[in-house]
């Protein structure tokens, strides 16, 4: 019911940003929080920023004051800025919706975009 897509990942130096996009395509059921999540060889996917409904957010403590997460629900996207990148950034980033569906709740995630900093 849905289906998230990732884009905007890509190659960058350290001290580099990117933005990356997530399209969340809802055919039923209303979607609550976003989130944005890594995962690289050394460490098991961890979530790197999440945003409710309402627009509050949290961050994982190495990306605060880097990362911003927003979203606009009008169009069903979440937004990850990433500035001042850092090597120790390279993974795959993955975008997760919270959907809710009559008294349910799913997650959903998207197919996941490479991001890579180099030193």
């Known amino acids: 019911q849905v289906e998230l897509v990732e884009s905007g990942g890509g190659s960058v130096q350290a001290g580099g940003s990117l933005r990356l996009s997530c399209a969340a395509s809802?055919?039923?059921?209303?979607?609550?929080?976003l989130g944005w999540y890594r995962q690289s060889r050394e460490y098991q996917r961890v979530r790197v920023a999440s945003?409710?409904?309402?627009?509050?957010?949290n961050y994982e403590d190495s990306v605060k004051g880097r990362f911003t997460i927003s979203r606009d629900n009008a169009k069903n996207m979440v937004f990850l800025q990433m500035n001042s990148l850092k090597p120790e950034d390279t993974a795959i980033y993955y975008c997760?919706?919270?959907?809710?569906?009559?008294?349910?709740?799913?997650?959903?995630w998207g197919q996941g975009t490479q991001v890579t900093v180099s030193s």
């Open positions: 997760k919706a919270i959907v809710a569906i009559g008294p349910r709740t799913y997650q959903y």
């Open positions: 809802v055919i039923t059921g209303n979607i609550d929080s």
């Open positions: 945003i409710s409904s309402g627009g509050s957010t």
